[in-house]
Every structure is written in structure tokens, then in C-alpha cells.
């Protein structure tokens, strides 16, 4: 599962823990929204590893 978020990562581990599923996160700290095409690249990415 990618967990895109707008912050260090609270949520991934959150999940992790409470689940204990493996939990990619897609952090980004910069004050604007994520784009279609960031998530697509980060998502295929993951898929090609």
C-alpha cells in the first residue's frame, strides 16, 4: 500500500503499527499539493521494484 502524505509520515506509521502491513510512504513536506502525475511516478516506481 503507498500511503502518500503531506507530512513526515504519520499516517504510515500509524498504519504499520495498528495492521502491521507493509506501508510505503510517499512523503512530501513542501506546502503544495501532490499532482496526478507525482502519485502515478511514485506508484509505478513501487511496481517496477
Known amino acids: 500500500m ?3 502524505e503531506m ?3 504519520q ?9 502491521l502491513k507493509d506501508i ?3 512523503n ?3 506546502g503544495l499539493p501532490f499532482t496526478t502525475a ?5 506508484a509505478m516506481e513501487v511496481l517496477h521494484d
Open 2 to 4: 503507498i500511503v502518500p
Open 7 to 9: 507530512n513526515l509520515g
Open 11 to 19: 499516517l504510515s506509521m500509524l498504519l504499520r503499527s495498528q495492521y
Open 38 to 42: 507525482e502519485i502515478m511516478e511514485a
Open 24 to 26: 510505503i510512504g510517499y
Open 28 to 30: 512530501m513536506v513542501r
